[in-house]
């Protein structure tokens, strides 16, 4: 592993911020660390950065211990939310800030500015100022920013958070594929799972100061660890008991005492073995999402293909799609 903490706890005086937290990078990789405002996130993405204290535990890097090493001198490179590029510099001159203080030849600065330029998708922008692009581009730039000196590791604090909803999901599968044809190792905070799913290879999630459950991406999100973890993740309801028993055995599973669902866990179908009376339908652009109300099962999310003429007050038949279900293996109280 490239990056190692071990044990690694963060105080404010009494206040822990961060709480014994262990976490494993390897080379290459992207790790996503998950988690709602105020969990510890950004904190301890700030102290790999060198930028906050340790209280206990360690950090290091390529098996080196970064206690007492600087962030200047760590080799690694940050990208916040709003890039925080110069406005008055052009795009070129700001990718080129960090090389031309290191004194980099000005023909070197010259073929690196331009091979990442392209690398992200902006050639022939190096005369731009920000201020003339747009925010997905501002992004863009940057990204060429950070990677330009070959950081051994770069760290993202919820890099598309300031962007829309289409365009950060456009971007983030763009910057999936950049970091990973420049080879780059990264580190990434988030709160939103869309942009972790997008962006990373492995996934932490964390809570109250935490790391409550980590692993691979389709690891975590197939087999959250609670109800907490599974609705944070993006599943809508967690059924329990008899509820959960039903739609289970509707899925073809063994019975278990809770099942997270998504929203389109159910799926009004001809051949459905369930019967659904339907409360309310709302048209998107990819399907008719439904609210249902399934005998012993009360109400639930279910989804129509566009086109579907669902009304409230409808009987529909229903089935339930295995891949949208997690089986909870620890329920919490409601």
């Known amino acids: 592993m490239v990056l190692r903490l071990q044990d690694v706890t963060v105080?404010?005086?009494?206040?822990?911020?961060?709480?014994?937290?262990?976490?494993?990078?390897?080379?290459?990789?992207?790790?996503?660390?998950?988690?709602?405002?105020?969990?510890?996130?950004?904190?301890?993405?700030?102290?790999?950065?060198?930028?906050?204290?340790?209280?206990?535990?360690?950090?290091?890097?390529?098996?080196?211990?970064?206690?007492?090493?600087?962030?200047?001198?760590r080799g690694f490179a940050l990208m916040f939310q709003?890039?925080?590029?110069?406005?008055?510099?052009?795009?070129?001159?700001?990718?080129?800030?960090?090389?031309?203080?290191?004194?980099?030849?000005?023909?070197?600065?010259?073929?690196?500015?331009?091979?990442?330029?392209?690398?992200v998708g902006l050639s022939g922008f190096g005369d731009r100022l920000p201020g003339t692009l747009s925010g997905g581009e501002r992004q863009r730039v940057a990204l060429a920013r950070a990677l330009a000196v070959e950081p051994r590791l770069i760290l993202l604090d919820e890099p598309l958070s300031a962007l829309d909803a289409t365009l950060r999901e456009r971007l983030a599968g763009d910057l999936r594929e950049i970091l990973h044809a420049a080879g780059t190792t990264a580190l990434l905070v988030t709160h939103d799972h869309e942009e972790a799913f997008a962006l990373a290879d492995r996934l932490a999630v964390m809570r109250e100061g935490r790391v409550v459950q980590s692993g691979g991406i389709d690891e975590v999100?197939?087999?959250?660890?609670?109800?907490?973890?599974?609705?944070?993740?993006?599943?809508?309801?967690v059924l329990r008991d008899h509820a959960a028993r039903l739609v289970l055995q509707a899925a073809g599973l063994p019975p278990a005492p809770a099942v997270a669902v998504r929203r389109s866990a159910l799926v009004v179908d001809d051949s459905g073995p369930v019967r659904a009376s339907v409360d309310s339908a709302r048209v998107t652009p990819e399907q008719v999402r439904l609210v249902v109300q399934v005998e012993g099962v009360g109400a639930v999310d279910a989804v129509a293909a566009l086109g579907s003429r669902v009304a409230p007050g409808d009987e529909v038949p229903v089935r339930v799609d295995v891949t949208r279900l997690a089986v909870l293996p620890i329920t919490t109280a409601p």
Not at 221 to 237: K, M, S, V
Request: hydrophobic share 45%; with cysteine; glycine share 10%.
């Open 221 to 237: 999100w197939r087999e959250p660890l609670d109800e907490d973890t599974a609705l944070f993740l993006g599943y809508a309801r």
């Open 82 to 119: 709003d890039g925080q590029l110069f406005a008055h510099l052009s795009v070129a001159r700001n990718v080129a800030y960090a090389l031309r203080l290191r004194r980099t030849p000005s023909a070197q600065v010259a073929a690196r500015v331009e091979e990442l330029l392209a690398l």
């Open 11 to 73: 105080r404010y005086g009494e206040a822990v911020a961060v709480d014994d937290v262990t976490l494993d990078l390897a080379p290459g990789q992207v790790l996503a660390v998950l988690g709602p405002s105020g969990c510890g996130k950004s904190t301890l993405l700030r102290t790999v950065a060198g930028l906050e204290p340790l209280s206990a535990g360690s950090i290091s890097f390529d098996g080196t211990d970064l206690a007492g090493t600087p962030t200047h001198k």
